[in-house]
């Protein structure tokens, strides 16, 4: 071991370990993360009135608090992103939204989930996206 620069302590070398793809047991596995999910959104949304002011900020606080509380769940050497979508519902009214995204990936070790909720007065739409970083 050498010492590092600024302390007496010695400096570890790491070598890299050439791992193009998970070990099989280190695959995402979609169900448990998207009940972790569906959870979050129901806690955080079942009396939540829609505010068009505070939207932005609360999809912000929800995405943070989901990678929070998912960050155990997720396998060795995977990266997640999350994107949360609040919308105002109105009695009566005949729309809706459509959220899409496209990314670049591998089939075989990459994988998302989606999860909705619906409140009286705004829906949810959450993507939690899991990428292998090798």
Sequence with gaps: M???KDSNQPQAIYEN???????PQNLFKTTPIKEIV????????????????????????VATLII???KDQIPPRYKCAVQVVISQTR???Q?????SSRCLWNTDTDNFITANYHA????????????YKE
Excluded: M
């Design 68 to 70: 929070n509380r998912v």
């Design 38 to 61: 569906n959870g979050i959104l129901k806690d955080q949304f079942e009396s939540y009135e829609y505010d068009p002011n505070d939207a932005s900020d609360r999809s912000q606080d």
């Design 120 to 131: 009286p007065k705004c829906t949810i739409s959450c993507q939690l996206f899991a990428c």
């Design 91 to 93: 009695p009566n009214a």
């Design 2 to 4: 050498q010492k590092g």
């Design 17 to 23: 370990s050439y791992r193009t793809d998970p070990e």
């Design 95 to 99: 729309y809706g939204f459509d959220v």
